[in-house]
C-alpha cells in the first residue's frame, strides 16, 4: 500500500511534526530538534535544542538572539541534501521570500514533500529567486489568498513615493517597514530607481541591515537618525526616513517636520486599510506570493495535494479544488492570520 | 491629459489627511493640466458633475460574468465595498483590445455620452482591461459618481480661490453660476480673461449664517434698536430664485431641489432671490391649515416626483427672511431693515398659503427674549428658538461675527447606553472617541438596544482618557474599525431635535447629538426607553 504523506509529516500541537525524523518544521515553542525556513518571529523562535537552515537564517536568527550557546545550529546551503536521520533527507530551496528564506524539502521512502514557508514570485534584488520544486505535498501559505491581491510591480510603487516627494518637496516621509527583508528591499528598489539621497534610519533596523550588507547588498549612504539633535528638524525634509510600523505615529516621530506617514505593506492594497493604519502613502509591497502567483505556484509544483497553513485558507482551499488540485486547510496555532506582510 | 493622471490625483487626495496638503496637490494638478481636463476633474471632485457615465448595475453584471461568484463574494465581503473590488480583482477579458495610450479624462466622459448602451458596456470593459487597480478604482467611482476622497466642497473653492489670489467668497458667488468643464473659470484664473459674468444666469447665491450666541459676552449688547429678534423655524433653510421666467429652490448647500416642490416653484413669476424657511402647511383636526412641523415636512424631502396627493396633504410654504435681490439689483449692501422694507412689500403681494412673512419680535429687554425662548421651547418642535440680528447687518456670505445669532432652545437630554466604539483622527487617532449609543426597545418582542445615534464631542480630554481606558477593558467584538463594548456605561445625550428615520434601526434619528455627562453612576436597564424618543419627536 502506499505511504500516506500524513503518516510522516503529522500537525503536532499545532505544527508540523516530520515523524521519522523527530523534528518540527518552524515551531512557536522551544523543541528539541526544528527545522527553520526563515529568520521572521512568526517562524524563527528562540530555546530549540538543534536547529536546521541555511547560513543566512543562522546568521538572522544570531542577530536576534533566537539562537544561544546551547542551540547547536547546522546551516544547510541551498541545494545541499542532509541525512536529518530516521530516513529522512532534507534540503533547502530557495524561497524569494528574504534574505536566506528557504523552502523545506523532506524526501522520505520516495515521497517529497515540501515546506514551502513563506514565498514571494515578484523580483527581489535581495534575495535569492523562488525556484519550483516538483513533489507530492506541498504546503503553501494563503496570506494575501484572495482574487483582490494582485501586487503590482513594486518599481511602480516606488514611483508613486517619489512622485509625492516631488509635489510636496517640504515633506518628510517617514516609511514604516518591517526590519527584516522589507526594509532592505525597499531601499534597494529606491537605488535601483534612482533614488540618490542619504536614508535615515530608526536604531530598530540597523543591525539587520547590516547584516544584508555583509552579504554584499549595497545600500549607499545611510545615516542613523539618533546621530543627529532632535532639534534639527529640517534636516529630514524631502528624504526618506525608515521606521518600523508601530513608530509612523508614534511620538518618536514627532522630530520631523511636516511628516506623511508612510508604509510598505501588501495589506496597503485595500484603501480601507490603508486608511485605518493612518497612512498617507501606501506602498503596496508584500514579501508573500499574490493570488495567481499562489495558484500558479501550486500547479507548477504538480503537487496531488496541497496543504495550506494560514492566511485565507477557505479560498484558496476552493480554488485549488476547482483547478481538480485536492486542497485542504490546516489551521495552525500561532500562525495568526495577517502575521505577514 | 491621461486618465492616468487623474487616477493619480485622487490617489494622492484620498490617503492626505491634511487640508492645506490636498490643496498644494490639487491645485499643482489643476495648475498642469490643460482644458477641458482640468475641468472635469473639478467637476468630478467638486460634486458637479449632473449624469452617471454607467450604472452600478452594469459593473455588478459584467463581474457576474467574468468571475467566480463565490470568490467574488468573499473579495467583496474582505474588501468590503464593490468598486474596489471589482477594481482590484478584475479578470482581464480573454482577448483584450490594447489600448497604447489610456484616453484622456474628457475623452472618457465624451465617450460614455455619445454611446448606447451596447457601446457604454464595451467601452468600459476596454478601458477595465487597460487600466491598473487605482486607474480602475477612479473610473468606476467617477462613472457612477460615488466619489468620497475627503475633500469638502468649501476646500475645493478654497483651492481655486489661493489660486486666483480672491477671497474664497467670490469663488462661491461664482461657483453656482457656472458648470462643468468650468473653462471661463480657469481662463479668469490664469488670468487670460475677466472674471466670468454669471448675472444672467438663475443661480445659487451664497447665504448668509449666523453664531450661537454666547449668553455671557453676548446678551448684554442687545437692544431693541440695534438688533432685532424672529423666531427660527424649524425646516429647511431654501432660496427661492426666479428670473425670466425660471424658478429654482435651492437648500442651503446649494442644491437644486426645486423637483421636490414644485407646488411652490410653481408660484415663482418674479425675479428675485428670496431667502427663507421651507416648511409645510398640512390641515389640523379642524380643518385648518396650519404650519407644519419638521417631521410633517420630512416626507417631502428627497422626493423626486412628490404625488399630487403629498402636496395636497402636504403643501409647501415659505416663511421669508430675506431679499437678496430683485428685478436684477443685488440688496446685499444694503442693511438688513432696508431689506425687510423691500422683504415686507414683495411678500405683501405674494399669495399668503405659499409665503408670509417672518415676524419680527416684540421685545426690549433681555428678559423678553429669555421668555420667547421659553415659548419657542413650548412650541412642540416649531421653533428651534430665537434669531437675532443686528439691524444694520449687510447681507454677506458665510459666518460673519456679531451680525446674526442664534438662540437655541434647550436641548433635550436622554440617558442612552454605549454600544459601539469608534477611533477618532488626528490628535484623536490613538483614542476610541466616537460613540454609538442605543435606548432599550422592543424588537421582535424582545427588550434590546437599538441604536439611536453617535457623538464624538461633548466630553473634556480627561473624560475622552477615561473612556478610552473603559471601551479598552469592554471589548465585545471588533467589526472592521468598529468595536463593540459591553452594554453597560450610560451616557446622558443632549440633543436639539429627534426625527422619524426608516434609515435607523431605531426608527428615529437625532439631530446634533452630544455627551452632556457620562453617568458611570447609573446601571445600564435605568437607560431611557425609545418611547421617551417618540414622545419628543412631536406630532
Not at chain 2, 344 to 369: C, G, H, Q
Request: glycine share 8%.
Amino acid at each position: 500500500m502506499a505511504l500516506d504523506p500524513e503518516d510522516w509529516m503529522a500537525v503536532r500541537d499545532g505544527q508540523f511534526y516530520c515523524v521519522p525524523a523527530d523534528t518540527y518544521v518552524d515551531p512557536m515553542t522551544p523543541v528539541d530538534r526544528a527545522v527553520i525556513t526563515h529568520g521572521h518571529a512568526d517562524h524563527a523562535r528562540k530555546g530549540h535544542g538543534r536547529v536546521w537552515a541555511t547560513p543566512e537564517t543562522v546568521d538572522i536568527m544570531r542577530t536576534r538572539y533566537y539562537i544561544s550557546e546551547e542551540t547547536e545550529a547546522t546551516k544547510l546551503r541551498y541545494h545541499e541534501r542532509h541525512d536529518l536521520g530516521g530516513g529522512v533527507t532534507l534540503w533547502f530551496a530557495s524561497a524569494g521570500h528574504i534574505l536566506g528564506s528557504a523552502q523545506a524539502v523532506f524526501e522520505y521512502q520516495g515521497q517529497r514533500i515540501v515546506a514551502a514557508g513563506d514565498f514571494k514570485r515578484h523580483p527581489d534584488p535581495t534575495c535569492e529567486p523562488f525556484e519550483v520544486v516538483p513533489c507530492d505535498v506541498f504546503i503553501t501559505e494563503a496570506t494575501f489568498a484572495l482574487p483582490v491581491f494582485q501586487h503590482p510591480p513594486l518599481e511602480a510603487e516606488v514611483e508613486k513615493l517619489l512622485r509625492t516627494m516631488a509635489t510636496l518637496p517640504d515633506a518628510t516621509i517617514i516609511l514604516g517597514v518591517y526590519a527584516l527583508g522589507k526594509c532592505q528591499r525597499v531601499m534597494k528598489t529606491l537605488r535601483l530607481a534612482g533614488y540618490d539621497k542619504p536614508f535615515y534610519l530608526h536604531g530598530a533596523l540597523r543591525r539587520l541591515t547590516e547584516l544584508y550588507e555583509n552579504y554584499g547588498q549595497d545600500f549607499g549612504e545611510w545615516r542613523m537618525v539618533s546621530d543627529f539633535p532632535r532639534s534639527d528638524k529640517d534636516r529630514y525634509r524631502n528624504h526618506i526616513v525608515l521606521c518600523p510600523p508601530a513608530q509612523v505615529n508614534d511620538r518618536w516621530s514627532r522630530r520631523f517636520a511636516d511628516p506623511i506617514p508612510a508604509a510598505a505593506s501588501g495589506w496597503m492594497q485595500i484603501r480601507a486599510r490603508a486608511r485605518q493604519k493612518r497612512v498617507e502613502l501606501g506602498m503596496v509591497c508584500s514579501d508573500h506570493a499574490d493570488w495567481n502567483d499562489l495558484i500558479r505556484t501550486c500547479k507548477e509544483t504538480e503537487a496531488g495535494m496541497v496543504w495550506i497553513t494560514h492566511g485565507r485558507v477557505e479560498a484558496l482551499e476552493y480554488a485549488l479544488r476547482q483547478e481538480g488540485i485536492p486542497a485542504k486547510g490546516l489551521h495552525l496555532i500561532g500562525m495568526e492570520e495577517e502575521a505577514g506582510d | 491629459m491621461s486618465f492616468a493622471d487623474f487616477s493619480d490625483l485622487l490617489d494622492d487626495l484620498y490617503f492626505t489627511n491634511s487640508n492645506l496638503s490636498k490643496q498644494a496637490i490639487f491645485a499643482d494638478y489643476l495648475r498642469r493640466t490643460p482644458d477641458p481636463d482640468r475641468g472635469w476633474a473639478l467637476a468630478a471632485i467638486g460634486g458637479t458633475l449632473s449624469f452617471d457615465l454607467f450604472k452600478r448595475n452594469l459593473v455588478k453584471s459584467l463581474m457576474e460574468e467574468r468571475m467566480d461568484p463565490y470568490l467574488f463574494q468573499l473579495s467583496r465581503h474582505y474588501v468590503g465595498e464593490m468598486s474596489e473590488t471589482v477594481a482590484l480583482a478584475w479578470p482581464q477579458s480573454e482577448e483584450p483590445t490594447r489600448l497604447n495610450r489610456l484616453p484622456d479624462l474628457h475623452e472618457v466622459i465624451e465617450e460614455f455620452k455619445v454611446r448606447d448602451r451596447a457601446g457604454i458596456r464595451d467601452y468600459l470593459i476596454r478601458l477595465l482591461d487597460n487600466m491598473s487597480p487605482p486607474q480602475r478604482w477612479a473610473l468606476l467611482k467617477l462613472g457612477t459618481r460615488g466619489l468620497r476622497i475627503g475633500m469638502s466642497a468649501r476646500t475645493v473653492k478654497k483651492t481655486l480661490a489661493d489660486m486666483a489670489g480672491v477671497d474664497v467668497g467670490v469663488v462661491e458667488e461664482l461657483w453656482h453660476g457656472l458648470s462643468p468643464p468650468y473653462e471661463s473659470l480657469f481662463a479668469w484664473i490664469d488670468g487670460q480673461a475677466d472674471m466670468p459674468d454669471i448675472s444672467n444666469v438663475l443661480t445659487y447665491s451664497p447665504v448668509m449664517l449666523s453664531h450661537p450666541i454666547d449668553e455671557d459676552k453676548d446678551l448684554g449688547g442687545l437692544a431693541p434698536d440695534t438688533h432685532a429678534a424672529e423666531w427660527k423655524w424649524d425646516g429647511i433653510r431654501v432660496q427661492v430664485a426666479g428670473m425670466g421666467g425660471e424658478a429654482r429652490i435651492y437648500s442651503r448647500t446649494g442644491d437644486d431641489i426645486s423637483h421636490s416642490f414644485p407646488d411652490l416653484a410653481a408660484t415663482v413669476n418674479w425675479d428675485a432671490v428670496i431667502d427663507g424657511e421651507l416648511l409645510v402647511r398640512p390641515a389640523n383636526e379642524s380643518g385648518e391649515r396650519e404650519i407644519g412641523s419638521f417631521n410633517d415636512l420630512q416626507q417631502r424631502l428627497g422626493k423626486k416626483k412628490p404625488s399630487a396627493k403629498l402636496m395636497r396633504d402636504k403643501p409647501a410654504h415659505l416663511i421669508a427672511y430675506d431679499i437678496i435681490s430683485e428685478d436684477g439689483v443685488s440688496f446685499r449692501d444694503q442693511t438688513l431693515d432696508e431689506r425687510r422694507e423691500r422683504l415686507t412689500a414683495f411678500i405683501e403681494k405674494r399669495n399668503p398659503d405659499y409665503y408670509s412673512l417672518s415676524d419680527r419680535l416684540d421685545w426690549s429687554t433681555v428678559d423678553d427674549l429669555r421668555e420667547l425662548r421659553e415659548e419657542a421651547a413650548a412650541s412642540e418642535g416649531l421653533k428651534e428658538g430665537l434669531m437675532i440680528k443686528r439691524r444694520d447687518s449687510v447681507y454677506v456670505a458665510g459666518r460673519p461675527k456679531h451680525a446674526w445669532y442664534k438662540w437655541k432652545r434647550e436641548p433635550f437630554l436622554l440617558d442612552a447606553v454605549l454600544m459601539y466604539a469608534q477611533r477618532g483622527t488626528g490628535k484623536r487617532s490613538s483614542y476610541y472617541s466616537d460613540y454609538t449609543f442605543g435606548l432599550w426597545g422592543e424588537k421582535n418582542g424582545e427588550e434590546t438596544l437599538l441604536p439611536i445615534g453617535k457623538a464624538y464631542f461633548g466630553f473634556t480630554d480627561e473624560e475622552l482618557a477615561q473612556l478610552d481606558k473603559w471601551i479598552r477593558n469592554h471589548k465585545v467584538a471588533r467589526y472592521g474599525p468598529v468595536q463593540e463594548v459591553d452594554k453597560e456605561l450610560v451616557f446622558e445625550v443632549a440633543f436639539d431635535s429627534a426625527h422619524v428615520s426608516p434609515r435607523h434601526k431605531s426608527g428615529y434619528a437625532l439631530r446634533f447629538p452630544r455627551i452632556s455627562r457620562i453617568r458611570w453612576d447609573k446601571p445600564a436597564h435605568e437607560a431611557d426607553r425609545i418611547p421617551a424618543l417618540e414622545a419628543l419627536v412631536g406630532k
